[in-house]
């Protein structure tokens, strides 16, 4: 069996294109992850835009008036960043801190069930989505993270972000449901899943590198 360090050397100089995508709820990791891979593989980090995002705190305290700029946004960010990496050449890897395809499959659609984003804005927004997504090439793995509620909101606390201290688990809950669905059925490309409530990659260095080696497997395989 390879070492962990030849396991990173051979991924940090990897032959082929590496564009990988870190998919999850909220407070599933996907932050942190994006950057210990990147720290660690020398993969070109792409995070979520949250700190100069104009909407979010918006969003959070009145999500009927501003759930439909809040998701043209991020599917913006989102296209440019994916057109971005896919761009590169064959030589290059690149990390992406969720993908253009969560707010489609998982959070416009929750806002539309809950009432949040009328009809009308969810078929525009669904609209537009399936015109961008048709300009992209898919990633070369997708990893869903996975974490269970309870755990979702103690990291989401920990964080302390004003704007998401009236997250409710029922919300969370129903995110977890429809990105269970959106797993289970998943067909870009390869994917890998991650139960961060076995697998503490943050707090475990050994099972970081039980996770880079699954990741190299993955791309190898």
């Not at 960043?81 to 890897?93: D, K, L, T």
């Not at 997708?142 to 688990?169: A, N, Q, W």
């Amino acid at each position: 069996m390879k070492k962990i360090d030849d396991i990173c050397e051979e991924l940090a100089r990897f032959d082929k294109k590496i564009f990988v995508v870190i998919a999850g709820n909220i407070g599933s990791g996907k932050t942190t992850l994006t950057e210990m891979l990147s720290r660690r593989l020398g993969w070109r980090p792409y995070y979520e835009s949250v700190a100069d995002n104009p909407y979010l705190a918006d969003f959070y305290r009145d999500m009927s008036r501003w759930s439909f700029p809040l998701q043209i946004y991020f599917l913006s960010h989102r296209f440019g960043v994916h057109r971005e990496i896919s761009s590169f050449a064959n030589n290059n890897a690149a990390i992406q801190d969720r993908s253009i395809y969560e707010d489609a499959h998982i959070f416009s659609r929750v806002l539309h069930e809950e009432g949040v984003m009328d009809r009308r804005d969810y078929e525009n927004y669904q609209s537009l989505y399936g015109t961008v997504i048709g300009l992209l090439p898919p990633p070369t793995l997708m990893i869903f993270l996975k974490r269970s509620v309870p755990r979702l909101l103690e990291r989401i606390r920990r964080r302390g972000r004003d704007y998401e201290r009236d997250i409710s688990p029922e919300y969370l809950r129903k995110l977890d449901d429809h990105y269970e669905e959106w797993r289970k059925t998943y067909d870009l490309g390869k994917s890998l899943t991650v139960d961060t409530e076995h697998l503490d990659f943050i707090e475990d260095p050994e099972h970081f590198n039980q996770l880079i080696f699954k990741i190299h497997e993955k791309l190898c395989s």
